[in-house]
């Protein structure tokens, strides 16, 4: 089993639809979690971080479930400019302190007119 | 922008020549990493380093080796490059704020061995 998992989809939406995102991980000592963006040919860069109350940045939201562990990220209102991929991202600190982050294998996400 | 440049940004090799890829940050950040992503793989860390001359492997090192001789550089190393070695490379950097560790990524590498 994989220790991060996604959808891989593709989702393809109309502009304007709400979408969600949904990736499990294994390991219970996952201690942060977040959310990047990659663009076709691109690095992947950081979209949010995911806290354990949840949080909202704008149209996205991230909500963490701790005793389920899975994450989730919500895209209201989608625009063409969120075609991506959405990498699900999550952190084991270990004694070496530095963050081991494991990688989902990526969300595809096509927003078309 | 975390400053971390890549270079090469692109190479051809052929099976079994060295290849060496640079990682340079200008911020003076203590942890680098290098990964490679694949389709159907994802990214895989292959090597980190933690300060200057303190490195360690990660799960996809074989075949691979890095250098940290000064802060901003994180070099990688194909010894004998493989097809298999055929990737985009990305460098990255972690930062710590506010108890929180974040990593950026730099623009990456795109390797084809022949």
């Known amino acids: 089993r994989k220790e991060v998992e996604q959808d891989p989809g593709p989702f393809n939406v109309p502009e304007g639809a709400t979408v969600a995102f949904n990736c499990t991980y294994s390991n219970s000592a996952s201690q942060s979690f977040f959310w990047y963006r990659q663009d076709c040919r691109k690095e992947p860069k950081l979209l949010m971080s995911v806290y354990s109350s949840g949080n909202e940045d704008g149209r996205f939201t991230a909500q963490l479930n701790r005793a389920s562990q899975y994450i989730s990220l919500l895209i209201r209102d989608s625009k063409l400019s969120d075609s991506a991929t959405y990498l699900c991202v999550v952190i084991i600190v270990g004694g070496t302190s530095y963050g081991k982050l494991t990688f989902g294998q990526g969300t595809i996400l096509t927003v078309h007119p | 922008d975390a400053g971390i440049t890549q270079s090469p940004r692109h190479k051809v090799t052929e099976t079994g020549t060295p290849v060496t890829l640079r990682c340079h940050q200008t911020e003076n950040h203590r942890y680098m990493y290098w990964y490679r992503q694949d389709p159907g793989h994802g990214l895989r860390l292959i090597h980190y380093?933690?300060?200057?001359?303190?490195?360690d492997k990660g799960e996809v090192s074989d075949g691979y080796s890095v250098s940290r001789s000064k802060t901003e550089d994180f070099l990688l190393t194909l010894e004998s490059a493989t097809s298999s070695q055929t990737s985009v490379y990305f460098c990255a950097i972690s930062v710590l704020a506010g108890g929180l560790e974040t990593q950026y990524f730099g623009p990456g590498t795109r390797l084809l061995v022949l």
């Open positions: 380093s933690y300060g200057v001359k303190d490195t």
